[in-house]
């Protein structure tokens, strides 16, 4: 028959996402590993195209009270947190050092899947009540998400995470080692996913590469109206905490003032118009401490939100770029 002209080359940049994620390698043919029934991942068919395969266990976990510990003799303190999957009922203990461990391994291993980004790091403050709470906040939003999601929720290491008890060490460091030593990341977890077969199952090569070229383009112009409802929302929240609040106090004080001098007229008449003068005071007062408490109930979890959001949008360019590779 006629020769292709379909060729494969290899990418020179080594330190390409395409390379780093093992595209590369199981294009041209050098993925080998054996693949356990355990490490499938199936792809179906939705009603809007492919999809991962649901969890037939779905489940939740709360992150709860979070409270300082110590350890060599007080010298070391930390902040541990009580998370409570709801597919075992059992209480575990994890530190953030955790998190960031599991996460690392997530990321790894699965290429082309956003895995959301956890809170971020903070050197100073780590003890402060705002910060733990904040915190807390960020890694609930982080847990729903992965226990919602078909692939992260259903991995080895996740389950691990959740599951295994706070006071066996020796468990720990086992499960820890064991998926450490995953041989399905890389070029080899393209092996692991099993896609539906039959009529109607196949893609259309230029209306998958019109819609990912419509994702991409998306996800652009997203990033950058987050970060700008971001920093908007973060100027506002920042003014109603100090600006605003400290302006209607000013106002309140200067009627205290006024009502203080009219004290000094011991004029049993001007008792009712100083009391109101009072009372004014007080309600400027007050509406300056709403101004800064609202945006704990509106604006905070709106951010919270869009922090993990940002998160995926971070990470989508890598994955595109992995999928047109």
């Known amino acids: ?37 355990g490490d499938k991942l199936c792809v179906v068919l939705g009603a809007r195209g492919p999809e991962w395969q649901e969890n037939p266990y779905p489940f939740q976990c709360s992150i709860e009270d979070p409270t300082k510990q110590t350890k060599f003799k007080g010298m070391k303190s930390y902040i541990a947190y009580k998370l409570v999957p709801s597919h075992t009922g059992q209480q575990v203990h994890r530190r ?66 959740l599951t ?43 209306e998958v590469e019109s819609q990912v070229d419509g994702f991409k383009a998306f996800t652009k112009k997203m990033d950058e109206s987050a970060l700008q409802l971001n920093h908007t929302a973060n100027e506002f929240a920042r003014k109603q905490v100090t600006g605003f609040k400290k302006e209607y106090q000013k106002v309140g004080h200067s009627f205290k003032c006024l009502s203080q001098a009219f004290e000094l007229d011991q004029q049993a008449f001007s008792a009712g118009l100083n009391q109101a003068i009072a009372f004014t005071a007080e309600a400027y007062d007050a509406i300056g401490d709403l101004f800064a408490d ?31 590779g």
């Open 1 to 37: 028959g006629a020769k292709s002209s379909a060729t494969v080359s290899r990418n020179l940049n080594r330190f390409s996402t395409f390379v780093k994620s093992g595209g590369e390698a199981f294009v041209l043919g050098e993925a080998s590993g054996f693949v356990k029934d």
């Open 96 to 161: 953030y050092k955790h998190f960031d461990w599991l996460y690392g391994r997530l990321a790894e291993k699965f290429p082309v899947i956003s895995v959301p980004h956890l809170p971020e790091k903070q050197a100073t403050g780590r003890f402060e009540e705002d910060f733990i709470s904040k915190r807390r906040k960020g890694l609930a939003w982080w847990m729903d998400h992965m226990c919602s999601h078909p692939v992260l929720a259903q991995c080895d290491a996740f389950q691990h995470f």
């Open 164 to 206: 295994c008890p706070s006071t066996d060490e020796k468990a720990w460091k086992q499960g820890k080692r064991k998926a450490e030593k995953d041989e399905m990341v890389g070029a080899n977890f393209f092996l692991t996913i099993s896609v539906p077969t039959g009529p109607g199952a196949s893609l259309d090569l230029q």
């Open 294 to 324: 609202q945006p704990r109930q509106d604006l905070d979890p709106v951010m919270d939100l869009l922090a993990l959001y940002q998160g995926h949008l971070a990470n989508f360019p890598d994955i595109i770029h992995v999928q047109k």
